[in-house]
């Protein structure tokens, strides 16, 4: 069955850094857009960061962009998210999400159970 399994979160100070993994199974991880996606309480959830399949293209949100990137290892199924300069705000537990679109023009994505990222002095 598809699975798709965040690790790598956890609490660290202003200015810190972190890494998120997330490694997947059960489906084409190679025909998939990957993206990263976060939820503070009381809040959307809201897109961070996405990569093409092929890894040549990627997008992030105003508020991450010059401290976070996305990467993916298409051998490994596996999409990172590389955190700097974290902030409080950033505090959200952190999705990761695959889509595509069908032959029939639908899209079709999963999600993982997603990775809690506190920052916190």
């Known amino acids: 069955q598809v699975q798709l399994v965040e690790s790598g979160g956890g609490l660290v100070q202003p200015g810190g850094s972190l890494r998120l993994s997330c490694a997947a199974s059960?489906?084409?991880?190679?025909?998939?857009?990957m993206s990263w996606y976060r939820q503070a309480p009381g809040k959307e959830r809201e897109l961070v960061a996405g990569?093409?399949?092929?890894?040549?293209?990627?997008n992030y949100a105003d508020s991450v962009k010059g401290r976070f990137t996305i990467s993916r290892d298409n051998a490994k199924s596996t999409v990172y998210l590389q955190m700097n300069s974290l902030k409080p705000e950033d505090t959200a537990v952190y999705y990761c999400n695959a889509g595509t679109f069908t032959p029939l023009g639908n899209w079709n994505d999963y999600w993982g159970q997603g990775t809690q990222v506190t920052v916190s002095s």
């Open positions: 059960g489906f084409t991880f190679s025909s998939y857009a």
């Open positions: 990569i093409i399949s092929t890894g040549g293209s990627t």
